[in-house]
């Protein structure tokens, strides 16, 4: 399991509250924010450790998982 410094734990924590204000209040769901820090966890896995890159690999998957989990 990957080891992740403090500094880009509050990143991918940043990412995710600004990916999640991309979605409707409703559908904002505790499933619906896990699967987007796991996007978030497996693009920093893969070595994208930027904030702004870390919030369009969320982003790219809003609608796959809105559709999945909604």
Same mark, same amino acid.
């Given at each position: &399991?990957?080891?992740?410094?403090?500094? #880009? /734990?509050?990143? &991918?924590?940043?990412?995710?509250d600004? $990916? $999640?204000?991309?979605?409707?209040?409703?559908?904002?769901?505790?499933?619906?924010?896990?699967? #987007? +820090?796991?996007? /978030?966890?497996? =693009?920093? +896995?893969?070595?994208?450790?930027?904030?702004?890159g870390?919030?369009? =690999?969320?982003?790219?998957?809003?609608?796959?998982? #809105?559709?999945?989990?909604?």
């Open positions: &399991m990957p080891s992740y410094s403090p500094e #880009l /734990i509050q990143t &991918m924590r940043a990412a995710l600004e $990916v $999640v204000t991309k979605i409707p209040l409703e559908q904002a769901t505790p499933g619906v924010k896990a699967a #987007l +820090a796991e996007c /978030i966890l497996k =693009a920093a +896995a893969n070595g994208q450790t930027n904030y702004h870390l919030i369009e =690999a969320a982003s790219e998957q809003i609608q796959t998982i #809105l559709s999945i989990l909604t």
